[in-house]
């Protein structure tokens, strides 16, 4: 499905990507604070899709059965731990779990981008924006990149895994070097330095 035909022509709209841990949030909270440019993050649409109710939901318990419930849970919400767990240990699940919710994030992404027509510009974080082919949504594609050993140095930090569990999520994803023949600008944030933060301001 492609969106050409119907999201503004004049809206520019900057398709913020990059690795797991490669520094993403980061950038777009700057963006979003210091240019007052709204942000709308692939991944809450994510959130969104896996509460009780939506249909989704109901899609994913009918597909992994109860042991996929929080026990905790009066609401019987998903266990967000459990079910990364799955797809990171079989890839065809993977592959089912974002079948089901790239199109849905994809769509109603697009229908905020009309939303806020009237916005000249809008950052769209999506992590996964080549590999779920996002393209079309966007006007330019920003990379934001680290090494490998700092994107897995923080990912063992923030998500308490080990080394060889970080690598795996790392390699998972495709290359820095695939993703920069398909940008149009790549941010490197590496360290405190933030040399992206000149880059920014120049290009917005």
Avoid at 19 to 24: C, D, E, R, T
Avoid at 122 to 145: G, Q, S, Y
Avoid at 180 to 192: G, P
Wanted: aromatic content about 6%.
């Amino acid at each position: 499905m492609t969106y050409k035909g119907k999201l503004p022509k004049q809206q520019r709209r900057i398709g913020l990507t990059g690795g797991i841990a490669s520094g993403k949030s980061t950038i777009s909270k700057y963006i979003s604070e210091e240019k007052k440019i709204k942000v709308l993050d692939a991944d809450n649409y994510a959130k969104q899709l896996i509460i009780p109710g939506k249909n989704s939901y109901k899609k994913i318990i009918e597909h992994y059965g109860p042991k996929i419930i929080n026990k905790e849970s009066i609401i019987n919400e998903i266990n967000t731990s459990k079910l990364k767990n799955i797809i990171f240990n079989n890839h065809h699940e993977k592959i089912w779990l974002e079948n089901l919710l790239h199109p849905l994030i994809k769509n109603q992404m697009a229908n905020d981008c009309l939303k806020f027509k009237e916005k000249k510009t809008l950052i769209l974080e999506i992590p996964l924006l080549f590999e779920a082919n996002f393209n079309d949504l966007c006007t330019e594609i920003w990379l934001v990149k680290c090494s490998e050993n700092i994107q897995r140095e923080r990912l063992m930090k923030r998500d308490k895994l080990n080394k060889s569990e970080a690598g795996k999520l790392i390699s998972s994803q495709m290359s820095n070097e695939e993703k920069e023949k398909r940008a149009d600008i790549v941010l490197v944030n590496e360290n405190n330095i933030n040399p992206w933060k000149f880059e920014v301001d120049q290009l917005i």
